[in-house]
């Protein structure tokens, strides 16, 4: 088994999560920083839908505020994450429309 490619593919955004996933288990001081990197790439990768001629995104503007929310104020890390699994559960669930 070819193990880079296998990687290639895999969506950008799955490794991003699992790279997050494992920075914060080997180093659980850096859970805000995680967090936000996490949430701004994840927002980035949405946005660059839109030069490929897709829509933007509405979860990847959420993702980039969301990170950016947390780098500015790490204390308010959970009311953000709390938030931003609401929005994204109203959007998923056609709750909500942008």
Do not use: T
Request: hydrophobic letters at 65%.
């Amino acid at each position: 088994m070819d193990i880079p490619a296998m990687l290639q593919q895999w969506p950008m955004e799955a490794v991003v999560a699992i790279i997050a996933g494992v920075v914060i288990l080997l180093v659980p001081r850096v859970l805000n920083y995680a967090v936000a990197a996490y949430l701004l790439l994840i927002g980035a990768l949405g946005l660059m839908h839109y030069f490929h001629g897709q829509p933007i995104s509405p979860m990847a503007v959420i993702s980039i505020v969301a990170g950016a929310l947390i780098l500015i104020k790490p204390a308010i890390l959970n009311y953000v994450v709390g938030f931003y699994l609401i929005l994204a559960g109203l959007l998923q669930a056609g709750m909500l429309r942008f």
